[in-house]
């Protein structure tokens, strides 16, 4: 009876310990810029400008020289007059660099900077980034008339495209 217990039991620990490890997890910790030029990179949409589609500039640095590496594309509405926070949904898509054919799926608040920094979700990721997820930390660190600068610290963890099987040959599911 104790072998039986013991087969239960390895059995047990083999099973957690392979699905533990079923995913290739990686961290991803950098830091980019973000520079938005409203009237470059981004247009209303309807009549009162409180929807906007961005196309904004990632930069591996924070000057003119810096290398622009990617986009970040999607929508910001004003969601908050009192505060003047916007709410941002955004691709950021990889160009350049070593993420380059990769892309996360970010989500937060910006605007109204008087409580400091800000934060946005990583909920998702392509290429090399697939199924990422964790936090932005961002701040502004130039403002004036024409443009704005996030300093964004990405901070993820996330399953490379390797790992991932591929659709098709799967039992007959997928074609």
């Not at 072998?3 to 950098?30: C, K, M, N, P």
Request: one cysteine or more; a negative charge; charged letters at 15%.
């Amino acid at each position: 009876m104790a072998s039986y217990y013991a087969i239960v039991v390895l059995s047990v620990l083999s099973f957690f310990i392979a699905a533990g490890h079923a995913l290739d997890e990686r961290v991803l910790q950098t830091t980019l810029y973000v520079k938005q030029t409203p009237a470059q990179d981004q247009r209303t949409v309807g009549t009162d400008s409180t929807a906007v589609i961005i196309n904004w500039v990632i930069k591996d640095g924070p000057d003119a020289t810096s290398n622009t590496i990617g986009h970040a594309e999607g929508l910001t509405i004003y969601a908050n007059q009192a505060q003047s926070f916007w709410v941002t949904i955004m691709d950021m898509v990889f160009e350049g660099g070593s993420l380059a054919g990769s892309t996360l799926k970010v989500m937060g608040l910006h605007g109204g900077m008087s409580s400091g920094p800000g934060q946005w979700s990583i909920m998702g990721g392509t290429g090399e980034l697939t199924m990422a997820r964790g936090i932005i930390n961002y701040k502004i660190i130039q403002e004036d008339s024409t443009s704005r600068t996030f300093e964004i610290c990405i901070s993820a963890y996330y399953t490379t495209k390797y790992t991932i099987p591929v659709c098709g040959g799967i039992g007959g599911i997928f074609p």
